[in-house]
């Protein structure tokens, strides 16, 4: 883990207007700059370790990394994968709680780091970020709830269009996902065999909603992709 010379300024932020920061108060963004810190992640370093006692989220500026918990049986459940301008152990934070799963990078990923007790005095004092810190996780809530309706009642390729949609959004929407995690990995986060994962996605393409390319899935058909993951 290497630190960066500088800190970038919440104020220049591609994401200023889509997150908390929107409404917050010129002081409040201030002390977010003077208190952040801005890490690089390397594919493979953990931001978040199970059983650690959270102390401070992280602000993912560029990147992916990949949320999951360890079964009992030794698997691996990928529960979420963020991209540029999530929250990652924003909820454990918030509770003051010990982070109940782990967050690898899988790809290299620049993150700023903001501590529980910066975050615990800006809400105290700057009311309208207070609310948009209780709707960030509402957010969390709403989509861990979303994940695991999907696992219960959508189908393997109703599951795959979703995820393959959720990608795309989290890579630019450009209509192409560069599969950063193994099929494996992919078949863990929808509840699904490895094998079952490959034949819906020969299934997609047969159908030509996708195109396939080692890594690189193309998007042929949003619409139909869209129709068929039933996202709300």
Known sequence: ?????????????????????HCAAHETIERINAGKDFTIFPRGKHLVTAGVKAEGFFFIKSGLVRSYVQLASGKEQTLRLSGPGDWVGFR???????SHHNVVAVEDTHACYITGALIDALVKDDSNFQKEVFRQMAK???E????VVSL??????????EILIVLDNAQGRKNHVELKVTRDVLATFIGTKTETLVRA???LKAREFISV???????LNRDALYSLSKIA
């Open 92 to 98: 454990d934070c918030i509770s003051d709680s010990i």
């Open 201 to 203: 996605l020969s299934d």
């Open 144 to 147: 861990m709830e979303e994940h």
């Open 152 to 161: 219960g009642t959508k189908q393997v390729h109703e599951k795959l269009a």
């Open 213 to 219: 390319d080692k890594n690189r899935i193309d998007i």
């Open 1 to 21: 883990m290497s630190e960066l010379p500088l800190n970038p300024d919440c104020f220049l932020c591609d994401y200023k207007n889509h997150n908390v920061l």
């Open 140 to 142: 969390e809530w709403r």
